[in-house]
């Protein structure tokens, strides 16, 4: 076997990385059922009130990050390590058509009934 190979099969850093890496991968496994379970509750809320609960829209869009954060890790993108080797991402919300604010368009838009298209249009 090259001596380089057997260097790097015994180096501690990459072990270490691994161990991190199985961490990630079960915490991402973990992550990705939370947003399952946001997913459904969010459009619980959505049926109930008509909008998007902004706390757990921001929970979504932070934990989204984190496992893209993971993502990158495990496939060697990056080697900063996510939550809680660095800080939680805490990204801005784009704007979002659910809100309380906008949901109301979006309502209306949906229930507004299609212009009928006479024969003569097609």
């Given at each position: 076997?090259?001596?380089?190979?057997?260097?790097?099969?015994?180096?501690?850093?990459?072990?270490?990385?691994?161990?991190?890496?199985?961490?990630?991968?079960?915490?991402?496994?973990?992550a990705r059922a939370v947003i399952t379970l946001?997913?459904?509750?969010?459009?619980?809320?959505?049926?109930?009130?008509?909008?998007?609960?902004?706390?757990?829209?921001?929970?979504?869009?932070?934990?989204?990050?984190?496992?893209?954060?993971?993502?990158?890790?495990?496939?060697?993108?990056?080697?900063?390590?996510?939550?809680?080797?660095?800080?939680?991402?805490?990204?801005?919300?784009?704007?979002?058509?659910?809100?309380?604010?906008?949901?109301?368009?979006?309502?209306?838009?949906?229930?507004?009934?299609?212009?009928?298209?006479?024969?003569?249009?097609?």
């Amino acid at each position: 076997m090259d001596e380089t190979v057997r260097q790097r099969l015994r180096s501690r850093d990459l072990w270490m990385r691994a161990l991190y890496m199985v961490f990630f991968a079960i915490v991402s496994v973990i992550a990705r059922a939370v947003i399952t379970l946001l997913a459904f509750v969010q459009f619980i809320a959505i049926l109930l009130t008509g909008h998007a609960n902004e706390p757990l829209l921001q929970l979504g869009n932070n934990l989204s990050a984190f496992v893209y954060q993971i993502i990158r890790f495990v496939t060697f993108v990056t080697e900063t390590q996510p939550f809680p080797f660095s800080p939680w991402p805490d990204e801005a919300m784009d704007e979002n058509p659910w809100t309380e604010d906008s949901a109301e368009t979006v309502v209306q838009e949906a229930e507004a009934p299609e212009p009928e298209v006479s024969s003569d249009d097609k």
